[in-house]
């Protein structure tokens, strides 16, 4: 097989109804020779954009299947003489059942939340009656976090075979083969929740077992190993434990500390969510005033190192949507939380990225007496904030982009995609000044890099807070094993070991596998 590269206007990399027979005749292809397109990825440096695509040549024979997982190929494990008991049904969880099943052990998924169909009703309650179901919403549920906040699929991970792994069991289960080829491959929220389903029925079909609406209220310790879970007043035994609740079961956290299980406070990040009309990214980006049929709606990634009170924390671009929405993710009323997310097609008419603060321990003073809590606690009191001073509801403070840079309150706000509404406010008033002033420094910077970036077209709302888990539940670095409690697995983002869908599933299946070549029981 060999590669080439070839360079196409968007109108013939985006058609698919050109895009082979272009790539054939600028390559000069025999009708003898088999190809296909292996990676691509859109160029704006120049005025003009293209997309540069990857392309695999065979000269004779056809090219092996790009998808080689085959649901079929697992083995059925309904008797299995071992099980694992996996706390939370997202990413993590899900990818840990698969692989469970591939190494013959039985996976027994706990989830607190709804399957995806039944949370769709919980997450209108928030968008239209400001009321948060703390069992299920943006965070709790099947799926986790990621199945309606965008579907992004991007990870900086360096483990090549292992992201092309988790990519090619979402194709199996109904993800369009594109994510495969993509520089930055996206589901869409919209087309996310029928994958989740299937990997579902794929995990149930082969002998999993899946249970929602079953939360976890204890964990049974004895002499530093994990004997049971109980949840719904049942006790739940297995030969090995993955947790994997995500990084907003707060309440885990608690009841991992009760037992005597450790944990540990660490840095995150937090700041607001910035929302542009995807018209002006498109601009700068493009350098064009109008992106046309082919072009997808474009992102940014940026950065900017601060300073406040002689101390140095970056800021940065978290979780981009173009074309997408800003949603309410909190998990408790009383509290304000925004993601964002994207449909499909990315075809809203607004922007929003999270714009976020790195946070370090020492940021943390003031609440050192919470132990293992602090982190936590600085979270909450912002959320706590953010809603108390918006009028507690789930209508969110907002402030115009340049207003908030001068301290001036917005005497009014562009419209949004933010469905429960917004409520103009100081948002350093919601905001820490270690965090507010950081910020104001970075927009500017950004607007800089970005010509056009810093308007008042643009408004920030808070708070973005959810970024990752305030708290990391120490694990061994090889065994993936908890460093005191044996059995037991700190599984993708909750645990501090995950940043996103892909990262999270690969998290999963590796602590699967550790948890089976340190329990599996051995042929007498």
Same mark, same amino acid.
């Given at each position: 097989?060999?590669?080439?590269?070839?360079?196409?206007?968007?109108?013939?990399?985006?058609?698919?109804?050109?895009?082979?027979?272009?790539?054939?005749?600028?390559?000069?292809?025999?009708?003898?020779?088999?190809?296909?397109?292996?990676?691509?990825?859109?160029?704006?440096?120049?005025?003009?954009?293209?997309?540069?695509?990857?392309?695999?040549?065979?000269?004779?024979?056809?090219?092996?299947?790009?998808?080689?997982?085959?649901?079929?190929?697992?083995?059925?494990?309904?008797?299995?003489?071992?099980?694992? %008991?996996?706390?939370?049904?997202?990413?993590?969880?899900?990818?840990?059942?698969?692989?469970?099943?591939?190494?013959?052990?039985?996976?027994?998924?706990?989830?607190?939340?709804?399957?995806? @169909?039944?949370?769709?009703?919980?997450?209108?309650?928030?968008?239209?009656?400001?009321?948060?179901?703390?069992?299920?919403?943006?965070?709790?549920?099947?799926?986790?976090?990621?199945?309606?906040?965008?579907?992004?699929?991007?990870?900086?991970?360096?483990?090549?075979?292992? %992201?092309?792994?988790?990519?090619?069991?979402?194709?199996?289960?109904?993800?369009?083969?594109?994510?495969?080829?993509?520089?930055?491959?996206?589901?869409?929220?919209?087309?996310?929740?029928? %994958?989740?389903?299937?990997?579902?029925?794929?995990?149930?079909?082969?002998?999993?077992?899946?249970?929602?609406?079953?939360?976890?209220?204890?964990?049974?310790?004895?002499?530093?190993?994990?004997?049971?879970?109980?949840?719904?007043?049942?006790?739940?035994?297995?030969?090995?434990?993955?947790?994997?609740?995500?990084?907003?079961?707060?309440?885990?956290?608690?009841?991992?500390?009760?037992?005597?299980?450790?944990?540990?406070?660490?840095?995150?990040?937090?700041?607001?969510?910035?929302?542009?009309?995807?018209?002006?990214?498109?601009?700068?980006?493009?350098?064009?005033?109008? *992106?046309?049929?082919?072009?997808?709606?474009?992102?940014?990634?940026?950065?900017?190192?601060?300073?406040?009170?002689?101390?140095?924390?970056?800021?940065?671009?978290?979780?981009?949507?173009?074309?997408?929405?800003?949603?309410?993710?909190?998990?408790?009323?009383?509290?304000?939380?925004?993601?964002?997310?994207?449909?499909? *097609? *990315?075809?809203?008419?607004?922007?929003?990225?999270?714009?976020?603060?790195?946070?370090?321990?020492?940021?943390?003073?003031?609440?050192?007496?919470?132990?293992?809590?602090?982190?936590?606690?600085?979270?909450?009191?912002?959320?706590?904030?953010?809603?108390?001073?918006?009028?507690?509801?789930?209508?969110?403070?907002?402030? @115009?982009?340049?207003?908030?840079?001068?301290?001036?309150?917005?005497?009014?706000?562009?419209?949004?995609?933010?469905?429960?509404?917004?409520?103009?406010?100081?948002?350093?008033?919601?905001?820490?000044?270690?965090?507010?002033?950081?910020?104001?420094?970075?927009?500017?910077?950004?607007?800089?890099?970005?010509?056009?970036?810093?308007?008042?077209?643009?408004?920030?709302?808070?708070?973005?807070?959810?970024?990752?888990?305030?708290?990391?539940?120490? *694990?061994?670095?090889?065994?993936?094993?908890?460093?005191?409690?044996?059995?037991?697995?700190?599984?993708?983002?909750?645990?501090?070991?995950?940043?996103?869908?892909?990262?999270?599933?690969?998290?999963?299946?590796?602590?699967?596998?550790?948890?089976?070549?340190?329990?599996?029981?051995?042929?007498?």
């Amino acid at each position: 097989m060999i590669e080439k590269e070839v360079v196409l206007k968007p109108e013939e990399a985006f058609n698919e109804e050109v895009v082979l027979s272009t790539i054939k005749n600028k390559l000069q292809l025999k009708d003898s020779q088999y190809f296909r397109i292996a990676k691509r990825s859109i160029d704006a440096r120049s005025k003009e954009v293209k997309v540069r695509v990857k392309v695999e040549i065979n000269n004779d024979t056809p090219l092996a299947d790009r998808i080689n997982y085959k649901i079929s190929d697992l083995p059925k494990v309904h008797e299995a003489k071992q099980t694992a %008991i996996i706390i939370g049904a997202g990413p993590a969880g899900l990818f840990a059942a698969l692989r469970f099943i591939e190494l013959g052990w039985k996976p027994v998924i706990l989830e607190r939340g709804k399957d995806v @169909r039944s949370r769709r009703r919980d997450l209108a309650d928030i968008n239209k009656k400001h009321i948060v179901n703390s069992e299920s919403n943006y965070c709790f549920g099947e799926g986790g976090a990621g199945t309606y906040s965008d579907g992004k699929l991007y990870t900086r991970s360096k483990k090549r075979g292992d %992201i092309y792994r988790i990519l090619e069991i979402l194709v199996a289960h109904g993800a369009k083969e594109d994510i495969m080829i993509d520089a930055h491959p996206h589901i869409g929220t919209n087309k996310l929740p029928k %994958i989740i389903q299937s990997i579902r029925d794929s995990i149930i079909e082969h002998g999993g077992e899946v249970h929602f609406n079953t939360k976890v209220t204890s964990f049974q310790v004895e002499n530093n190993e994990l004997k049971g879970v109980k949840a719904n007043d049942k006790n739940y035994i297995a030969d090995a434990y993955i947790l994997a609740t995500g990084h907003s079961a707060r309440d885990i956290f608690h009841l991992l500390h009760e037992s005597n299980i450790l944990i540990e406070a660490k840095p995150f990040a937090l700041g607001v969510r910035v929302e542009h009309p995807q018209r002006i990214i498109d601009q700068i980006q493009y350098k064009c005033d109008d *992106r046309g049929e082919y072009l997808p709606a474009s992102s940014y990634a940026l950065v900017h190192q601060t300073y406040f009170n002689d101390k140095k924390r970056g800021v940065f671009s978290f979780c981009m949507c173009p074309g997408g929405f800003i949603v309410p993710a909190a998990t408790e009323s009383g509290e304000i939380v925004v993601n964002g997310m994207s449909p499909s *097609r *990315r075809d809203s008419k607004y922007a929003n990225s999270g714009i976020v603060v790195a946070i370090e321990l020492e940021d943390m003073l003031q609440f050192d007496d919470k132990g293992p809590f602090k982190g936590l606690a600085l979270q909450e009191s912002i959320e706590q904030q953010a809603c108390k001073i918006a009028g507690n509801t789930q209508a969110a403070p907002a402030q @115009r982009l340049i207003d908030f840079t001068q301290g001036k309150l917005s005497k009014d706000l562009p419209d949004t995609s933010y469905q429960p509404g917004l409520v103009s406010t100081r948002m350093d008033e919601v905001l820490p000044p270690f965090i507010a002033e950081r910020l104001k420094t970075a927009f500017k910077a950004f607007g800089k890099k970005m010509k056009g970036y810093f308007t008042n077209e643009a408004i920030i709302v808070g708070v973005e807070s959810r970024t990752s888990s305030p708290i990391r539940i120490p *694990r061994e670095k090889e065994s993936l094993e908890h460093t005191q409690t044996k059995r037991l697995f700190p599984c993708g983002e909750g645990a501090g070991y995950a940043g996103g869908i892909v990262s999270a599933a690969m998290d999963g299946e590796r602590c699967a596998e550790r948890a089976v070549e340190l329990y599996k029981i051995k042929n007498e």
